[in-house]
């Protein structure tokens, strides 16, 4: 196993180089009609006859319930935070965004099951502009989770993640990895503008979940507004808690752990942070979300 593992750290370990070094070829891309998505809209069908919680760090939202506010899922990938944030239950109408149109089988069939389900393929950010974006194949299998603007996803730690992982269906055991970038474009808006011109104008944004690959900060950046004014429950994917609390601290949020299905001040940061308004604090306490 170590043989493998040494010889999938040394394809992606150079392509990662090459990618920050600004020396890629034409060689290291690859075109999606040659990509494997693993996109399976029959898995969205089972989530929802299941009621399975797929992502169970966002289960404290289920003290948000309520029919007349949306909740919004700002990185969808392939919709299992949607799903499960309608299996907690919550009557919330419940709102995606996700750039990345290969998942777009999975986030219509959602849709098609839950008439309070839609998405949007629009990337959240601090500026509206039309970029670049890459995603890492390996041996023609698309990674989830590493897609990035800058590169912020290609570093060594990834790598080494990843290794872990071989072995798994979608990484299979192999005596070499032929590691590639799919590289596609898509929009950019911030979060105030998509939402003074959507679907849901006038509904109370009542939640809101961030996970964007390391773009987090941008996210943040572009929604002034909406944090301000809704002061919606958050939850964020961060490594860098320090950083995300001051940033978050302006607006009026402070830094909130799960444990179990409420929510505390924070005493050990984990990647998914919850932020709370201060507002909000004696209204979370009622609901008995806060423990």
């Known amino acids: 196993m170590s043989e493998n593992r040494d010889a999938f ?46 992502e169970p760090d966002v289960i404290p939202f289920r003290w948000l319930d309520d029919p007349a506010t949306v909740i919004l899922d700002v990185g969808a990938h392939l919709g299992y935070t949607a799903a499960t944030l309608r299996n907690l239950p919550t009557r919330n109408f419940v709102h995606s965004l996700e750039p990345v149109t290969l998942y777009n089988p999975m986030l219509a069939r959602l849709a098609e099951l839950d008439p309070k389900y839609s998405f949007s393929n629009v990337a959240c950010s601090d500026k509206s502009e039309t970029c670049s974006a890459y995603n890492l194949i390996v041996n023609g299998g698309l990674i989830g989770g590493t897609t990035t ?3 912020a996803t290609f570093h060594k730690s990834l790598s080494e993640y990843l290794t872990t992982r071989i072995g798994e269906s979608w990484l299979p055991v192999c005596d070499s990895y032929d590691a590639r970038l799919l590289r596609f474009t898509f929009e950019t808006r911030p979060l105030d503008c998509i939402v003074s011109s959507w679907e849901h104008l006038g509904r109370r944004i009542s939640g809101l979940k961030i996970d964007v690959e390391g773009h987090e900060h941008q996210t943040i950046a572009g929604a002034g507004k909406v944090l301000t004014e809704h002061k919606p429950l958050l939850m964020i994917e961060t490594s860098d808690h320090p950083r995300m609390t001051a940033s978050l601290e302006p607006l009026g949020y402070v830094p909130y752990e799960r444990v179990d299905n409420k929510i505390r001040p924070m005493v050990t940061p984990y990647y998914n942070a919850y932020f709370v308004h201060r507002d909000q604090v004696y209204a979370y306490k009622a609901l008995g979300l806060i423990a």
């Open 9 to 54: 750290l040394r394809s992606v370990g150079s392509l990662f180089d090459r990618f920050h070094n600004g020396r890629l070829t034409g060689q290291d891309y690859t075109d999606v009609s040659a990509v494997d998505a693993r996109i399976h809209p029959e898995h969205v069908d089972w989530w929802v006859t299941s009621k399975a919680i797929v």
């Open 149 to 151: 603007i800058d590169g």
